[in-house]
């Protein structure tokens, strides 16, 4: 069964860190472009960050560049969401994505056909 499933969210203070994992089964990273999507209550989804292991591009959402990094650790079929300086307005649903067709430069949530379940971060003022 093709799987992912993310970890690491949380309760964090502005200002804080965390990192989000997202881990593959039934399927490896190798040839897939992952991306890490989020959504706020009442909001739409949006795209915070990709890599793509195919082309090697990534893309970075302005509001999160210079604060969020993405890693992939291909080893361990694992994705990492860096998130520093957290902000209120970083409180979301996070979710990763996987797609073996798509590229960073195509970052919409329509082309990804693998979704995980989502992991909840919230930031305190």
């Known amino acids: 069964e093709v799987q992912l499933v993310e970890s690491g969210g949380g309760l964090v203070q502005a200002g804080g860190s965390l990192r989000l994992s997202c881990t593959a089964s039934?399927?490896?990273?190798?040839?897939?472009?992952i991306g890490w999507f989020r959504q706020a209550p009442g909001k739409e989804r949006e795209g915070v960050l990709c890599?793509?292991?195919?082309?090697?591009?990534?893309y970075y959402t302005d509001s999160v560049k210079g604060r969020f990094t993405i890693a992939s650790d291909n080893a361990k079929n694992k994705v990492y969401l860096q998130m520093n300086s957290l902000k209120p307005e970083d409180t979301a649903v996070y979710s990763c994505?996987?797609?073996?067709?798509?590229?960073?430069?195509?970052?919409?949530?329509?082309?990804?056909?693998?979704w995980g379940q989502g992991t909840l971060v919230t930031v305190s003022s």
């Open positions: 994505a996987a797609d073996k067709f798509t590229i960073c430069s195509n970052f919409e949530y329509r082309y990804f056909e693998v």
């Open positions: 039934g399927f490896t990273f190798d040839d897939y472009t």
């Open positions: 890599i793509s292991n195919s082309d090697g591009s990534t």
